[in-house]
């Protein structure tokens, strides 16, 4: 999704130090790079995707966030971000926290599972959705732990971590969240992306 | 062993080299071989270390062994390291056998060959004497350096001893210090050239000889070091080598055997045994993190230089874990680093044979770094 790379490149000050864990093949850290001038760093699980990163000069580190982000020193990044991939760690509870370790601030995307579609799959269907961010079946998805924007949201606050700014998105729409539109903006977007830490 | 001089290359260092041991040396020679051209910039030149038995013959036709460079697999036209866009540096170690000082040139205070009055050197001389070759060629900076095993070791010294000579670094299948198995092997390498007989201390040279027993199994046991057990199972397994039967002998019967003889007694026709015994010492003190107060990440601290660390899954002699800490280390010190893990089963050798993952890599980065070189010094 190019749009989330857009508002997510849009959070972030120039000419500061980057973190992108599980950076696939590089594409949100080239637009970093070359429109914001930010100092990127990758980590990458996938071989091709590690390749594909250092192809185009992007540094990489082929690595398992779940068990390797502790290389990386305390407060070392303006900025980490996690694209897309809480819900899919064993633990995404450790892996946030070391996220705030490394990082000043933290970026996370997660697919909304509050969102209408997935809702109404569920409450008509009986069945566990097949979304276009959810595309796989409940026997093969990578996603163990989904999470709503509101999950998230009580997460934050029950943990005492500062909620900065959160974005709904929808197709091509933007809008930000907050306390008081919340159960709207939960059931209608598709991502949230949190600015946290 | 006869040496072809007339087709090495040597400069003489006559700046004073103030070896890690205490000695100063001056004047001694160095030997060298280039591939491809220097461009007018001057910034297409790539450095490559050797390993411990490698030389300066790293594409084509050795020219003194007659047998292939050691690492036609990745440089040459139209290779990884592409020798028809990159000018292509490699430097005989001090302390080796193929035209570098070494324990088997003559000694201007004996008129005989060192022996082991040699001094022993360390990582960090072999890494020094060869700034003065980059001087002799004119360059400033290179484009990349790069080396495996103890190449990559010579890398890491380069770059934190020269913080500022290479844009890029590609350390392969490494480690910033030797372990304890690796020094313990290498002790195995060293007790049997000692206990060969006709090594006499180090003196073979005045009867013109060589420990050539003690020579080979010292090859035999980097021979195994070399390969990963399910490599050496698969190529080998318990083939028997042109027999249909146990000979009851202690000739060669397993294929393996044979190998190991081969690979031994082929190696004696090209290497000094003295040399293996200084160059492995060297090996064994390296310790990146003993040179810098604060350990391996002060070593690395202020690098602009952009790293690209590659390991192999099967090496266990510089495994996967050890080269991690190096990527550890220079994360924590704000070093550009990337880093990728080969899934492969020919061990430590991946990287001088034909491992295409290992080459596209190789290859990937070096072209990306080349096109940054480039605008850099645009700007």
Known sequence: MKKEFKVIANLLSNNTRVLDVGCGDGSLMNLLVKEKNIEVRGLELEKNNVQECIYKGLPVIQGNAETELSQFPNQSFDYVILSQTLQAFYNPDKVLKELLRIGKSVVVSIPNFGYWKVRTSLLFFGKMPVTKSLPNKWYNTPNLHMCTIKDLFDYCDNQNINIKKV??????????????????????????????G | MNRKTEYIKKINVSKPLKLDCGKTVKDFPLAYETYGKLNENKNNAILVFHALTGDQFVAETNPVTNKEGWWVTAVGPGKAIDTNKYFVICANVIGGCMGSWGPSDESKETNQPYGLDFPVITIKDIVRAQESLLEHLGIKKLLCATGGSMGGMQLLQFCATFPDKSFSAIPIACSSSHSAQNIALNELARQAIMADPVWDSGKYFLKDTQPKNGLAVARMVGHISYLSEQGMQERFGRKLQEKADYEFSFNADFQVESYLRHQGHSF???????????????????????????????????????????????????????????????????????????ITDKGHDSFLVNEPEFLKTLKGFIDSMYEKFKNEKRI
């Open chain 1, 167 to 196: 974005i709904g998105l929808n197709e091509d729409s933007t809008s930000l969240i907050n306390r008081g539109n919340l159960e709207l903006k939960n059931f209608f977007s598709k991502l949230g992306i949190f600015l946290i």
């Open chain 2, 268 to 342: 004696v026709e090209r290497f000094d045994a003295n040399s293996i015994l200084y160059i492995t010492r060297a090996m064994d003190y390296f310790d990146l993190s003993k040179q810098f107060k604060g350990g391996l990440v002060e070593a690395f601290k202020n690098q602009k230089t952009k790293f690209l660390i590659i390991s192999f899954s099967s090496d266990w002699l510089y495994t996967t874990k050890e080269n991690k800490d190096i990527v550890i280390a220079l994360n924590a010190s704000g070093a550009d680093v990337s880093y990728s893990e080969i």
